[in-house]
């Protein structure tokens, strides 16, 4: 096992990391929409899910992975009446990918987030 960890992503705001590599695959931890500095993306479902986004593309990075690995997401979102325009976004960063996926509404998240999303991934 190796665990990953970039300063191009928020750190952990509890005892675990970023992700993990195991048997050549890469486990993110579930990512809210905090910048590098810790600071949470105010505003809509759609600013928070670009920054989810990010994060989970420099995690991915630095685990030797990429959107286009992902093999499975699961994304917590905290209104279901939202899930048209995350569906938008989540395919602006897929694009003819198609992980597995589920989406779960949820009563609340980390530090109010509206969306969190954590993902599985092959590693090059």
Same mark, same amino acid.
């Given at each position: 096992?190796?665990?990953?960890?970039?300063? =191009? !992503?928020?750190?952990? /705001?509890?005892?675990?990391?970023?992700?993990? /590599?195991? =048997?050549?695959?890469?486990?993110?931890? +579930?990512?809210?929409?905090?910048?590098?500095? +810790?600071?949470?993306?105010? +505003?809509?479902?759609?600013?928070?899910?670009?920054?989810?986004?990010?994060?989970?593309?420099?995690?991915? @990075?630095?685990?030797?992975?990429?959107?286009?690995?992902?093999?499975? !997401?699961?994304?917590?979102?905290? %209104?279901? =009446? %939202?899930?048209?325009?995350?569906? @938008?976004?989540?395919?602006?960063?897929?694009? %003819?990918?198609?992980?597995?996926?589920?989406?779960?509404?949820?009563?609340?998240?980390?530090? %109010? !987030?509206?969306?969190? /999303?954590?993902?599985?991934?092959?590693?090059?």
């Amino acid at each position: 096992m190796k665990a990953v960890s970039t300063s =191009n !992503a928020p750190a952990a /705001i509890g005892p675990y990391v970023q992700g993990m /590599i195991v =048997n050549g695959m890469f486990y993110s931890s +579930g990512q809210i929409p905090l910048t590098t500095e +810790g600071t949470m993306v105010e +505003g809509s479902i759609k600013e928070q899910t670009h920054q989810v986004f990010k994060n989970l593309k420099a995690v991915l @990075e630095e685990a030797g992975s990429s959107l286009q690995s992902v093999v499975k !997401a699961t994304v917590f979102i905290k %209104d279901m =009446n %939202d899930f048209v325009v995350l569906n @938008e976004i989540y395919g602006q960063y897929f694009g %003819d990918h198609k992980p597995a996926r589920s989406t779960v509404e949820v009563a609340r998240l980390p530090k %109010d !987030a509206q969306v969190e /999303i954590e993902v599985i991934a092959v590693v090059s």
